[in-house]
Protein backbone atom coordinates (compact mmCIF):
# COMPACT_ATOMS: atom_id res chain seq x y z
CA UNK A 1 0.00 0.00 0.00
CA UNK A 2 1.30 3.37 -0.96
CA UNK A 3 2.96 5.38 2.55
CA UNK A 4 1.17 8.13 1.76
CA UNK A 5 -2.04 6.53 2.24
CA UNK A 6 -1.22 5.92 5.41
CA UNK A 7 -0.07 9.32 6.14
CA UNK A 8 -3.36 10.53 5.25
CA UNK A 9 -5.22 7.63 7.55
CA UNK A 10 -2.85 7.93 10.34
CA UNK A 11 -3.82 12.03 10.04
CA UNK A 12 -7.70 11.33 9.45
CA UNK A 13 -8.02 8.94 12.32
CA UNK A 14 -6.50 11.75 14.64
CA UNK A 15 -9.22 14.30 14.12
CA UNK A 16 -11.97 11.75 13.75
CA UNK A 17 -14.42 12.56 16.77
CA UNK A 18 -14.40 9.58 19.26
CA UNK A 19 -18.55 8.48 18.09
CA UNK A 20 -19.91 5.70 16.51
CA UNK A 21 -17.91 6.07 13.14
CA UNK A 22 -20.60 3.56 11.31
CA UNK A 23 -23.39 6.07 11.97
CA UNK A 24 -23.28 9.86 10.19
CA UNK A 25 -26.12 11.59 11.32
CA UNK A 26 -26.24 14.78 9.03
CA UNK A 27 -27.75 17.17 11.30
CA UNK A 28 -24.69 17.51 13.78
CA UNK A 29 -22.52 18.91 10.75
CA UNK A 30 -22.06 21.79 9.74
CA UNK A 31 -21.70 21.56 5.64
CA UNK A 32 -20.82 19.31 3.11
CA UNK A 33 -16.64 19.31 3.02
CA UNK A 34 -17.30 18.05 6.82
CA UNK A 35 -19.27 15.43 5.75
CA UNK A 36 -17.36 14.25 3.39
CA UNK A 37 -14.49 14.87 4.84
CA UNK A 38 -15.60 12.24 7.71
CA UNK A 39 -16.68 9.98 4.98
CA UNK A 40 -13.59 9.61 3.28
CA UNK A 41 -12.01 8.82 7.00
CA UNK A 42 -13.94 5.94 7.35
CA UNK A 43 -13.27 4.44 3.46
CA UNK A 44 -9.52 5.20 4.64
CA UNK A 45 -9.89 3.59 7.74
CA UNK A 46 -11.48 0.46 6.27
CA UNK A 47 -8.87 0.34 3.18
CA UNK A 48 -6.36 0.26 6.04
CA UNK A 49 -7.86 -2.84 7.49
CA UNK A 50 -8.07 -4.46 4.51
CA UNK A 51 -4.73 -3.98 3.69
CA UNK A 52 -3.77 -5.44 7.22
CA UNK A 53 -6.06 -8.14 6.90
CA UNK A 54 -4.96 -9.20 3.24
CA UNK A 55 -1.19 -9.04 4.57
CA UNK A 56 -1.96 -11.16 7.68
CA UNK A 57 -0.78 -8.95 10.10
CA UNK A 58 -3.33 -8.43 13.39
CA UNK A 59 -3.59 -5.33 15.00
Do not use: H
Request: no cysteine; proline share 5%; charged share 25%.
Amino acid sequence: MNPQIFANVKEIKKKQAKDNPEILEPSIYNDRNEILYRIQGQLFGALAMLDTLQDGEIF
